[in-house]
């Protein structure tokens, strides 16, 4: 197989901003970001869709970067933790995490607040959870089980949940 | 990971050319796939991407039944206004497995087709017959405490991960299949197929294949189903066991019921036998219970795996109590 078939142009939308880059196929959406455009926001953790730190936003839904084909990813809006806000402008998901100490070491915390921020989308669509007691209904009370529930698919080893669940119950009021 | 090339389908017919000629797969979700050609378990030479079919969609069929587009994302499915008011068991399962993000890339058809979790298949250091066929199966003798009871084989104990599938299973869901010669239709009760000898076959499909859609016929009974699964954390791990079921009791009376089990054999495993047993019985703890070890008097299981005889009994039961509004 010649090396041309195994590779491809990409065009990236990142954050509002269009970048045009020659990728091997293997590469991943978060290697591509991280490895390629320098935005090193986004954390790899297992590389496996197993801990939720390199959550970014793809056409406004949170997926795992380390499981999407950046070649595959191209076209659509990517929008990564640089993209939500910025030291002198935080989005008010980060500045929850910062008022609540919602993380210690921080490698987590990325993905957490992407995928927090995505998450609140999810409840206002009305989309019910695994904890949802009554799976009809289109309104959903955000509670810290419901939370918990949504918010699985990001592990933190440090254990900072507590300060996590208390940071999003801040920023969706 | 092997080296491989990609291209994006605009037509079924290109897709299904490309794929039947082998050395290739389709990529959707890729939430199993990617993985698994990170791990070098599955290695085509090339993708293609078939996200723009027009895949994505569910809609009411004229006989009051759901056609769910193979494309459509578990999220919108388990968000569909539709599924969750009249099959609520498949609405739950899907919300019980894998996490936001994962449901968010994930499909129907992928979902459908996804590979065990059995540790020996994804290590390639290891030998497995159903990744290797002749090359042995050493979980019998070694690490099995999550795999299967019913159906297996002495070449391969692997279970099928899904939930969507148990559900989809007690709810005689209909494959729509796609090759070059045509279009058919799979009951899901004929589309998976049990180890034997040849573990590394695990449905009917020939290579290029595509699933297109998923029919659920219209069953009124469905409206009151649930799924439960019992894991080793509360959230975001795969069933060590489950149950999807629909109940219709009428004065005490089991009419009608559905009843499918997950994560105990190779594909979900209607409960068959336990539906025979229960229809015109009383409601009750104690039928409950005898239905399904009717079921499971055909487990096998090994040492490390029979407690999922008890953890089955019981999830089973308290789904049906809860769906009779029975004491257990």
């Known amino acids: ?173 | 990971m092997r080296e491989f090339a990609f291209t994006r389908a605009e037509r079924a017919e290109e897709a299904i050319r490309l794929v039947a000629a082998g050395d290739a797969a389709y990529l959707a979700g890729g939430t199993n796939l990617v993985d698994l050609m990170k791990l070098g378990v599955a290695r085509p030479g090339l993708l293609v991407d078939i996200t723009a079919l027009g895949l994505d969609f569910v809609t009411e069929l004229p006989d009051g039944g759901l056609r769910i587009g193979a494309g459509t994302r578990n999220s919108d499915l388990a968000a569909s206004p539709l599924v969750r008011s009249r099959y609520p068991v498949l609405a739950q399962a899907i919300l019980a497995g894998a996490s936001g993000q994962l449901r968010n890339q994930a499909t129907v058809g992928g979902n459908l087709l996804q590979r065990t979790r059995c540790t020996y298949f994804q290590d390639l250091s290891k030998p497995c017959d159903k990744r290797r066929p002749g090359s042995g199966c050493p979980a019998r003798t070694g690490e099995h405490h999550n795999l299967a009871i019913l159906g297996a084989s002495e070449h391969c104990i692997a279970t099928h991960p899904s939930d969507m599938a148990v559900a989809l299973s007690a709810l005689d869901a209909v494959i729509q299949v796609q090759e070059s010669a045509g279009r058919r239709e799979i009951p899901l009760a004929d589309f998976y197929l049990l180890p034997g000898d040849r573990p590394d076959r695990e449905t009917v499909l020939p290579q290029g294949a595509l699933i297109t859609a998923v029919d659920l016929p219209p069953l009124p009974l469905a409206r009151r189903s649930a799924y439960r699964k019992v894991r080793e954390r509360a959230s975001y791990a795969f069933a060590i066991g489950s149950v999807a079921a629909a109940l219709d009791v009428v004065g005490g009376t089991v009419r009608d019921v559905r009843l499918s089990f997950g994560a105990l054999a190779a594909m979900p495993w209607r409960a068959r036998l336990a539906e025979e047993a229960l229809r015109g019985q009383t409601a009750s703890p104690e039928a409950f219970r005898d239905a399904a070890a009717r079921e499971l008097a055909a487990a096998r299981p090994l040492p490390d795996n029979a407690y999922k005889i008890s953890v089955i009994t019981a999830a089973a039961v308290q789904t049906l109590c809860d769906l009779s509004g029975v004491t257990p």
């Open chain 1, 1 to 173: 197989m010649s090396d041309a078939s195994t590779s491809s142009g990409v065009e990236l939308r990142v954050n509002g901003t269009r970048h045009r880059l020659s990728l091997d196929h293997r590469t991943t959406l978060l290697d591509a970001l991280r490895e390629h455009l320098d935005l090193t926001g986004t954390k790899k953790g297992c590389d496996r869709g197993q801990c939720g730190a390199c959550t970014v936003l793809l056409d406004g839904r949170r997926v795992n970067a380390c499981l999407v084909l950046a070649v595959a990813a191209a076209g659509k809006q990517i929008t990564t933790i640089e993209g939500l806000g910025t030291s002198g402008d935080l989005h008010p998901m980060q500045e929850a995490f910062v008022a609540r100490d919602a993380l210690q070491c921080g490698y987590c915390t990325p993905g957490q607040i992407c995928s927090a921020v995505a998450m609140l989308d999810e409840v206002q669509r009305g989309w019910p959870s695994a904890v949802t007691a009554d799976i009809t209904d289109e309104t959903i009370r955000l509670d810290d089980i419901e939370i918990r529930e949504r918010m699985s698919g990001n592990l933190c080893r440090c254990g900072a949940y507590v300060n996590i669940v208390s940071a999003i119950t801040e920023a969706s009021r």
